[in-house]
Structure formats: structure tokens, C-alpha cells
């Protein structure tokens, strides 16, 4: 069997067409659904598809759940189908968490725990994010820095070599995106959520996270996992819960992620998701052999 690593994103919006069908035919998609309306007390299936996830889909603080459950249902449908294990598993940002529960190291019903205060703790932290495309680093970097001291200006995620996201207050990272531009940016996109995340500006909060994951239980995983802030593998239950905790404080390397896997000689990537966000960022990387989940289980519009 060829080594390959499974790739978990984190908040995006989703493919409701897609979502409807794959529903409708796989019972193992509705059971997973059930289990996690079973837990949250109403039916997340049914508010998914009234709301609406591609309309103002940032808005809906039901969001990440949706995608926890979603990546998490369509892994299950793999491992009845095709039953292989991967090598590594990691996820972005909110994939992580994700990765956790399909590497057994979290119980699905203590991720939709974790995950429901998670998102109450980043709505504490109002602001904005900003993807920057075709500036370098250390121009980033400099001017980040120009805004280190009120209302600061972090990175909050390395996509990819061309690709950079920022993260802080409304008025200092729109300032900042417009440096971007005149310091050569060849694009800039303003992301839709009101929350800041990733960046120093969470420190304050991770106590009440700390507290409030105390008591939930970790497990050795069941395959390597890589945290994407530390970019290292993880085994001890106990520094994969600390990794998580600190997630929100830390900038997402993911384009130091995929070159880890990469020196680790694993080249084929599986991303378990609807749409394939992450593989887009690293398509054209050499030794970046992009597996497609919709194509393997036949999943079509």
C-alpha cells in the first residue's frame, strides 16, 4: 500500500448540493448527522441545509460544527468503502480537531463540546482576517510590526508559499491590507468572518479554554499526528491537548505542514472534505500528489 497522509480543513463554506446528496444516499452519513443533533439538542442536518451555510455562512456560529461533522461522516463513508488507514493525519485550524476524531485521540461528543466553546471564546475576540496572495514574508512581517502595540496586526496563517492570512483589529488590518497592495500584493482578499484567530491578541482567553477542556479525555492517536502550529508529530496524549489549547494563540503553518509530510517521503495527500481547499494551495507543489475524495467514493453533483 502507498503511504499517504489525510488532510482535514478548517472553516470554510460548504457544497449544500453535494452535502443533500451524499446524505440522502449513505446512511452512514445520516447516522453521524443524528449522533451530533443527538448531542446539540436539535436537528444539524436540517438547520445546515435551511440556513444556508453559502450565504453569509461566516454568521452562523453552527459553522464549524457543520464542518467537524461533515469531514467526520465522510470519513466514516471512506473507511466503510475503502477501509485503508493513512500515515499521518493532521488538520487546519479547525481540522485538527477533525484529525482527533478519526485518529480516536477525541470522542466525536467531546469535539461538539470543545467546539461549541471554541466558538464562543472567538467570538469574544471581534476583528478581521485578511488573504494576502503573492507578497513576501518578511514585507509582511514589517508591517504586521508596525501595528504591534494596540489592536495588533499578526499572521495568522502560511497557506502556501503565495499565500498568507492576517488577523486583527477592523481598522488596523484594513490599514495594513492597503500597505500590502503598495508593497506589491497581487491580491488581496478580505475573509468573512468578524473574529480574530491564531494570533497573541487570544493569550488572555486560553486559561478559560484550559479549564474548560480540563476533564476531557485525550487518547494515544491511532495514526501520526502532526500539529500544524508546531509542525511536529505528536504521540503524548497530554502535548496533543496542550497543542490544542494553544491553537488559537499560534499562527498555522501549513505550508511548513505539507513540506514536513513531504521530507517524511509520504507525496500523496488525501484531503476529507466536500470541496478541496486545501489540495488547491499546494497543487502545483513537486512531490505533492493530490488524492481526490469525491472521485474515490464516487461522489457526484
Given at each position: 500500500?502507498?503511504?499517504?497522509?489525510?488532510?482535514?480543513?478548517?472553516?470554510?463554506?460548504?457544497?449544500?448540493?453535494?452535502?443533500?446528496?451524499?446524505?440522502?444516499?449513505?446512511?452512514?452519513?445520516?447516522?453521524?448527522?443524528?449522533?451530533?443533533?443527538?448531542?446539540?439538542?436539535?436537528?444539524?442536518?436540517?438547520?445546515?441545509?435551511?440556513?444556508?451555510?453559502?450565504?453569509?455562512?461566516?454568521?452562523?456560529?453552527?459553522?464549524?460544527?457543520?464542518?467537524?461533522?461533515?469531514?467526520?461522516?465522510?470519513?466514516?463513508?471512506?473507511?466503510?468503502?475503502?477501509?485503508?488507514?493513512?500515515?499521518?493525519?493532521?488538520?487546519?485550524?479547525?481540522?485538527?480537531?477533525?484529525?482527533?476524531?478519526?485518529?480516536?485521540?477525541?470522542?466525536?461528543?467531546?469535539?461538539?463540546?470543545?467546539?461549541?466553546?471554541?466558538?464562543?471564546?472567538?467570538?469574544?475576540?471581534?476583528?478581521?482576517?485578511?488573504?494576502?496572495?503573492?507578497?513576501?514574508?518578511?514585507?509582511?512581517?514589517?508591517?504586521?510590526?508596525?501595528?504591534?502595540?494596540?489592536?495588533?496586526?499578526?499572521?495568522?496563517?502560511?497557506?502556501?508559499?503565495?499565500?498568507?492570512?492576517?488577523?486583527?483589529s477592523v481598522e488596523?488590518?484594513?490599514?495594513?491590507?492597503?500597505?500590502?497592495?503598495?508593497?506589491?500584493?497581487?491580491?488581496?482578499?478580505?475573509?468573512?468572518?468578524?473574529?480574530?484567530?491564531?494570533?497573541?491578541?487570544?493569550?488572555?482567553?486560553?486559561?478559560?479554554?484550559?479549564?474548560?477542556?480540563?476533564?476531557?479525555?485525550?487518547?494515544?492517536?491511532k495514526n501520526l499526528?502532526?500539529?500544524?502550529?508546531?509542525?511536529?508529530?505528536?504521540?503524548?496524549?497530554?502535548?496533543?491537548?496542550?497543542?490544542?489549547?494553544?491553537?488559537?494563540?499560534?499562527?498555522?503553518?501549513?505550508?511548513?505542514?505539507?513540506?514536513?509530510?513531504?521530507?517524511?517521503?509520504?507525496?500523496?495527500?488525501?484531503?476529507?472534505?466536500?470541496?478541496?481547499?486545501?489540495?488547491?494551495?499546494?497543487?502545483?507543489?513537486?512531490?505533492?500528489?493530490?488524492?481526490?475524495?469525491?472521485?474515490?467514493?464516487?461522489?457526484?453533483?
Amino acid at each position: 500500500m502507498i503511504p499517504f497522509a489525510m488532510i482535514f480543513p478548517g472553516q470554510e463554506k460548504q457544497n449544500i448540493t453535494l452535502l443533500k446528496k451524499i446524505y440522502k444516499q449513505n446512511k452512514i452519513i445520516q447516522e453521524t448527522f443524528a449522533k451530533a443533533s443527538e448531542h446539540l439538542k436539535y436537528d444539524l442536518y436540517k438547520t445546515i441545509i435551511k440556513k444556508n451555510l453559502n450565504h453569509k455562512y461566516q454568521k452562523n456560529n453552527f459553522l464549524q460544527l457543520a464542518v467537524l461533522t461533515i469531514s467526520y461522516s465522510i470519513y466514516k463513508l471512506w473507511k466503510f468503502r475503502i477501509g485503508l488507514n493513512p500515515k499521518i493525519m493532521t488538520g487546519h485550524s479547525l481540522g485538527q480537531y477533525s484529525a482527533l476524531v478519526c485518529s480516536k485521540v477525541l470522542k466525536f461528543s467531546d469535539a461538539i463540546k470543545m467546539i461549541i466553546y471554541r466558538t464562543k471564546i472567538m467570538q469574544k475576540k471581534k476583528g478581521s482576517m485578511y488573504a494576502i496572495f503573492g507578497s513576501k514574508k518578511s514585507i509582511i512581517k514589517k508591517i504586521c510590526k508596525k501595528y504591534s502595540k494596540k489592536s495588533r496586526v499578526s499572521i495568522a496563517c502560511i497557506n502556501s508559499k503565495t499565500q498568507i492570512v492576517i488577523t486583527g483589529s477592523v481598522e488596523n488590518s484594513k490599514k495594513a491590507s492597503q500597505e500590502f497592495k503598495k508593497n506589491g500584493a497581487k491580491k488581496i482578499i478580505q475573509l468573512k468572518n468578524n473574529t480574530i484567530s491564531h494570533c497573541p491578541s487570544m493569550n488572555k482567553l486560553k486559561k478559560k479554554i484550559f479549564f474548560k477542556f480540563k476533564k476531557i479525555v485525550f487518547n494515544s492517536p491511532k495514526n501520526l499526528i502532526i500539529d500544524s502550529t508546531e509542525v511536529k508529530f505528536l504521540k503524548n496524549p497530554i502535548k496533543i491537548k496542550n497543542c490544542l489549547i494553544n491553537q488559537l494563540c499560534k499562527t498555522v503553518k501549513w505550508n511548513d505542514t505539507i513540506n514536513f509530510i513531504i521530507n517524511n517521503k509520504i507525496k500523496h495527500f488525501l484531503e476529507i472534505s466536500l470541496n478541496n481547499t486545501l489540495t488547491q494551495l499546494h497543487k502545483n507543489k513537486k512531490k505533492y500528489i493530490p488524492l481526490y475524495i469525491k472521485k474515490i467514493l464516487n461522489l457526484k453533483l
